[in-house]
């Protein structure tokens, strides 16, 4: 009696006819005919309601409802979650469906409308959109089913409760990495760099195409062959690339829901697989007030997944960073001259400056590639024409601090440290691009 009533409930269609019913026999007290005739109707109600219920009941598993997802999520990007429904009863069912999703998602009202026929299968397809990583709680899928009648309807639960990580975005990996296997990362914005001297080995001999090097035109071949033959290096192999991440209070600003910290680990995990992909080795370092993790650079085939457990877990902190202990520890800990894709923040040039040492000393020693964000939103509000007095002097200050950051790049330009100024949304494509600029020019 206690699992009855707790699955039925009652449809709309039910207290709009009730509502009918109840105003024909308050009329009923006026004209005589009226409150018979609503005796008639209240005694169809009421055995209409009894078969609907027979109906629904008589069949226990007369729905099922199964939430399909990925073992992980992948941060920042579109999940597919679908949700399979089957009707076992032997008539057309309305079904209201209910996926209870995890908190993080603050969404309440997933609700879905649908019909199904007798014996047959429906799948309702929906996104989800992660922005923090974490452990992700999925409740039950509630499905609420009509019969034809409409009067009443009963909830089938499907308890499927479950953990769902969410990790750094693997979908955004995977798709760079078909693109380097098919050598087509220009398709995704990634600049195609002409290679400058023979720093590397031998490959083969091919035939010219515009923008080859004209330097490495092999005469003899081009001879034999009555058409412009050229030589063809492999570019260097196993240099260790290693991502550092700030994970102070910097990297705790927002945009578009995620923080700078989960856009420089989604880089991070792009470039590491990149790298990979071209025979390099790839490391992590992540510090904020001191070194938190480092994951020394490796090509063997357990390294990305290495590298993504690591970047699972990492948090920004709301201690300032610090540069000094940073430098000491890659000092001592990375001995091989390597390229450093620092992901920090600098919001102004003396912010700058107080780094500013221990960057170039780190520069010293290792190929140093600082990377640090624009304000998109910043951006957005000086393209916006100022009409008021205080508009003008608010965009007049916004100017200064986008300036600013021009400024920061020229600084480190000074120094003979590389940078990369870019938006959040653009990041894995300008890191990449600065990846494959500095191989094509035998830096690394």
């Known amino acids: 009696m206690k699992s009855f009533l707790k699955s039925i409930y009652i449809a ?43 109906i629904l009941y008589s069949n226990r598993k007369g729905i099922f409802a199964r939430r399909d997802t990925l073992d992980k999520l992948s941060n920042g990007d579109d999940n597919p979650v679908q949700i399979v429904l089957e009707n076992k009863y032997l008539f057309t069912v309305r079904a209201t469906v209910i996926d209870e999703l995890p908190f993080q998602f603050q969404v309440r009202d997933k609700e879905f409308k649908l019909t199904i026929d007798s014996g047959k299968n429906k799948i309702i397809e929906y996104d989800v959109h992660p922005v923090k990583r974490g452990e992700y709680s999925f409740g039950a899928v509630n499905v609420f089913i009509k019969s034809p009648i409409g009067f009443v309807q009963k909830r089938f639960r499907f308890s499927q409760d479950m953990m769902v990580p969410v990790y750094p975005s693997f979908m955004q990996m995977r798709k760079y990495e078909l693109l380097a296997i098919s050598n087509r ?10 290679r400058r001297g023979n720093n590397a080995e031998f490959e083969q001999i091919k035939e010219y195409v515009g ?45 578009e829901g995620l923080s700078l910290l989960d856009y420089a680990i989604n880089s991070s995990l792009v470039i590491s697989n990149i790298a990979m992909l071209k025979q390099d080795k790839a490391g ?51 001995t091989q001259r390597s390229l450093l894709l620092l992901y920090t923040n600098f919001e102004s040039l003396s912010g700058l400056q107080r780094q ?55 600084e480190l330009e000074k120094y003979g440290i590389q940078s990369i100024l870019t938006a959040p949304q653009k990041l894995s494509v300008n890191t990449i691009n600065k990846y494959v600029e500095l191989k094509s020019r035998g830096l690394i």
């Open 356 to 410: 500013l040492k221990y960057l170039r000393r780190i520069a010293k020693d290792h190929l140093l590639v600082v990377i640090f964000f624009e304000n998109t939103e910043l951006k957005a509000f000086i393209d916006q024409p100022a009409v008021t007095t205080e508009e003008v002097y608010a965009k007049t200050i916004a100017e200064k601090l986008a300036y600013e950051k021009k400024l920061i790049v020229k």
């Open 211 to 255: 923008g080859d090097d004209y330097r490495t035109i092999n005469w003899k071949a081009t001879a034999r062959k009555n058409k412009m033959m050229i030589n063809q290096y492999q570019d260097e192999k196993s240099q260790q690339v290693y991502s550092v991440i700030d994970m102070g209070r910097v990297m705790r600003m927002p945009f």
């Open 12 to 54: 709309n269609l039910l207290y709009y006819i009730i509502c009918i019913v109840v105003t024909m026999f308050v009329f009923g007290f006026f004209f005589p005919f009226i409150y018979s005739l609503a005796n008639y109707v209240l005694i169809i109600v009421i055995i209409l309601i009894v078969v609907d219920v027979l």
């Open 284 to 334: 992590i370092v992540t510090f904020s007030h001191k070194v938190q993790s480092v994951l020394t650079a490796d090509r063997r085939n357990a390294q990305l997944q290495k590298i993504l457990e690591l970047l699972y877990n990492q948090k920004t902190g709301y201690l300032e960073s610090d540069f000094e202990n940073l430098f000491i520890n890659v000092k001592t800990k990375i």
């Open 185 to 194: 990362l220009t398709d995704a914005g990634i600049k195609k760099i002409r």
